[in-house]
């Protein structure tokens, strides 16, 4: 997982609190490169950590930011949304696994996903949308618990329009893993016979992973694919590392193997994703990320202008 030289980078500040240990792996083991716990970045009432960009890494594969919203009680509903904001050359991803997240953008598209659901956002050429993150009306549960990530879309998908897809948790793809051992989720690309709905603009990958107390489950990773896991719960041994709940972990891009064994007297939850690299030149400012400096200049610009339209009152959060 190589830094990326030359990555302009204002709005999304890199974190402190990374973490280098000793690492030994042996064999085809993916060699770990960092750990890192993240920098706190809150939003409004929503408690967050941001995993990515970080010291050591500006991406993984596609993926160039990662929110962490940590798990809180939600004592009072939102309505009014988080504050409508715009979006260019990326596709936003939000994961929910406690609550429900209620979105509404600027080409009309509106939608709301409940826990265990995920919602898929492009913003092509230009958006504005805005969210209510709020506790899940279909249970009891008054917890908030999730992701929010962003995808680089390829040059050449940069300039297309705008699509939302939501998914809710019974179509997201998943699958029990041998010996009684847990289950795995397919967000986003892949996995077996498995094929998420999010669209793939390149190799690319998220899946949750449940393990049982005391199990372990093997993953092969191919050649040339960028890769990191956040651990959700609790401790999780990596090809025999012991790394602590909330840590995000960066591997190299060798071929190799992911050896995930759970030594705890609980169950535990982890996400692990990443994809090919993205070899274009990226430039980040604010809510966009383009290829160069003159296209953040023209997202400004055509932004101020109300190029990307508004947010209609009749659906407006």
């Known amino acids: 997982m190589a830094n990326v030289g030359g990555f302009l980078y204002r709005f999304l500040s890199s974190g402190n609190g990374c973490n280098f240990k000793s690492f030994n792996n042996e064999g085809m083991k993916k060699q770990i490169s960092f750990s890192t716990k993240g920098n706190r970045a809150d939003l409004g009432p929503l408690t967050m950590q941001r995993m990515l960009p970080n010291r050591y890494a500006n991406k993984v594969g596609p993926f160039v930011f990662l929110d962490y919203v940590a798990p809180a009680i939600k004592k009072t509903i939102t309505k009014n949304g988080m504050g409508a904001h715009p979006h260019r050359g990326i596709a936003t991803l939000t994961y929910i696994l406690q609550g429900e997240v209620e979105h509404v953008d600027s080409a009309g598209n509106s939608g709301k996903i ?118 959700i719960t609790d401790n999780v041994m990596l090809n025999e590392t012991t790394f602590q709940k909330n840590e995000f972990v960066g591997f190299d891009s060798n071929a190799g193997e992911i050896e995930i064994k759970n030594t705890s007297e609980n169950a535990i939850d982890m996400m692990l994703f990443g994809g090919e690299e993205y070899t274009e030149p990226v430039v980040a400012e604010g809510p966009f990320v383009m290829n160069n400096q003159a296209e953040i200049i023209d997202a400004y610009r055509d932004f101020y202008a109300g190029k990307y339209g508004k947010i209609n009152l009749a659906t407006k959060i």
């Open 114 to 231: 409940y826990s265990g659901g995920a919602q898929w956002m492009k913003a092509g050429d230009g958006i504005v949308h805005d969210e209510n993150f709020n506790c899940d009306s279909q249970t009891d549960s008054k917890y908030i618990h999730g992701f929010q990530f962003w995808i680089n879309l390829p040059a050449k998908n940069k300039a297309e329009k705008p699509a939302y897809i939501p998914v809710q948790a019974n179509k997201i793809p998943q699958k029990n893993l041998p010996d009684k051992s847990g289950w795995l989720k397919v967000i986003v690309g892949n996995y077996e016979e498995l094929s998420s709905k999010i669209p793939n603009y390149s190799r690319q990958f998220l899946y949750q992973i449940h393990l049982e107390a005391g199990k372990q489950f093997l993953i092969q990773i191919e050649n040339k694919l960028e890769v990191a896991a956040f651990l």
